[in-house]
């Protein structure tokens, strides 16, 4: 037996309209910016030369920037092995930065043993450049005595260089010109 199906003519009607209606609705032509195409090409060339030009040229600096962060850390604490540290971050750059967190640890640590067989934990242009506060009479009388006793600890571990040397004689000629203290003088008990 051949039972006929009802056929949706509504929905056929309804799709068909739906169809119409976007058809009419829908621009003739799609962008996908509000600006003109000529225009459009024109900034993605300068965006281009801008990416290609100038963010290589940044990289590097940023790239360079970071890599000397540890000779900059080590230099302005001092460090008594600031030159190797320098090195160590130039070979970072050459091996593509592997070395860098060792340079960054080692401008951040003291070597324990340095002081003991240097007499000092410093580099040596922390004594030119505190040699030539002294002389121009930067520094109290108790830092110049302190480090006079420095330099001393390293004159008597050995030759000293001639920077050194110098610094030593800058540090002693200004205790030298040192005022003395004055005595202090004694209280009276029981005046009035």
């Given at each position: 037996m051949n039972i006929p199906w009802p056929r949706p003519v509504a929905g056929r009607?309804?799709?068909?309209?739906?169809?119409?209606?976007?058809?009419?609705?829908?621009?003739?032509?799609?962008?996908?910016?509000?600006l003109?195409?000529?225009?459009?090409?024109?900034?993605?060339t300068y965006l281009a030369w801008f990416v290609i030009i100038v963010m290589p040229i940044v990289g590097i600096v940023i790239f360079w920037m970071l890599h000397i962060l540890p000779e900059k850390v080590a230099e302005k604490r001092h460090h008594p092995q600031r030159d190797a540290i320098q090195v160590?971050?130039?070979?970072?750059l050459l091996f593509g930065g592997l070395l860098w967190p060792l340079a960054w640890l080692w401008a951040y640590t003291r070597p324990t043993s340095y002081r003991?067989?240097?007499?000092?934990d410093k580099h040596e242009d922390y004594f030119v450049h505190m040699g030539e506060r002294a002389q121009a009479g930067e520094l109290p009388g108790s830092e110049l005595q302190h480090l006079h006793d420095e330099l001393g600890?390293?004159?008597?571990?050995?030759?000293?260089?001639?920077?050194l040397r110098q610094?030593?004689?800058?540090?002693?000629?200004a205790l030298a010109a040192l005022p003395a203290a004055p005595a202090?003088?004694?209280?009276?008990?029981?005046?009035a």
């Open positions: 009607a309804t799709a068909a309209l739906l169809l119409a209606l976007s058809a009419l609705l829908s621009p003739s032509a799609a962008r996908a910016s509000f003109p195409p000529a225009m459009m090409d024109t900034a993605a160590l971050c130039l070979l970072s003991q067989a240097y007499g000092t600890a390293i004159a008597a571990r050995g030759a000293m260089p001639l920077e610094a030593r004689a800058k540090v002693e000629a202090a003088a004694p209280v009276a008990h029981g005046a």
